[in-house]
């Protein structure tokens, strides 16, 4: 029985072509700045960011912890929506690590509004914590993919200019968050102070992610990454997929949005599952299996070959990545028709 691996777009290979460029990658020695492939990288992502410079990091948790340590560290507060991935997934690597709080936020669509930051600033008082970081996550993982609108980003850096905060983004999906907003990745990117985007996820790469920022800004991100013991070597065989994955995969995204798509509308006749349509903005989408047990539906999914996760007692997410075709979408979308659960 073919298997359809619904969980995560982090689940995407490397294809033949990309792993001949791994292999063929001139290298150096990363750590004196000799990698020829990683400085590529590294210029090519300032480039697409409109950033004055990058850095190669090992995960996009790394690539989040990095800029808040160096922008909230020993006691500083980071503003962040209640579900973002940095409050949920990192391990509190922010506390951990960087001396940093995170404020958990309200908002909806895992958007950030002047009016909820607002309540979280603090008068200057020797004894009471200071906001540091608005911290924004485009698109926002747990909250369905959901990305900003450009005024929506414009009002919180307004926001942040005003208060002298800095912003930044954790864009693990930030080409996602282009695509289907139509906002080029430079203009979203100029609403933050750093971003941090993903090569592992919809872009296929196997490893690494890329922060991006000002010359001084990286210039100390590569100081605390060798801090934190992610200073590599010839790691050009990683960048090089990177490379590829920035030449390569990124007009492909939209297939995986119109897939998510086809899945959602399906989703929303079958009796096992409810979905709201106006959610599913990009390549991740939540439903609900009302009554039914989450961990039931997937059973009853994983018998048919579609392998998805429970995100909750009642609630279901599924992800398409390039390792799930069109052709693929609609042969799920018939196993879904199939399916009848009760319980
Ligand atoms: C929104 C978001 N940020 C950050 C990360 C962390 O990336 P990594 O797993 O490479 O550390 C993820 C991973 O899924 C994510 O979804």
Redesign the pocket.
Known sequence: MKKYDLR?D?LTLPSKEMRKAMYTADVGDDVYAEDPTINKLQDLAAKLTGKRAALFV???????LIPLYINAGKGGEILTHKN???IH??LSSLSALAGAMPVAVEGKRGILIPEELQKHLRPDIYYMPQVKVIEI?N????EGGTCYKLEELKAVNDFARKNNLKVHM?G??LFNAAEATGIPVKKICSHADTV?F?L??GLGAPV??MLCGTEKFIAEARRIRKMLGGGMRQAGVLAAAGIYALEHNITRLKTDHENAQLLAHVLAEVPWAEIELSTVETNILYFSTGKRKAENVVSALAKKGILAGAAGPHTIRFVTHMGISSEDTKEICNLLKQISITK
């Open positions: 995560s982090t090992s995960s996009g948790s790394m690539g989040n973002s991935h940095i997934y990192e996550e698109s926002h993982n747990k954790d693990a999906r941090t993903c592992s996820k690494g992610s």
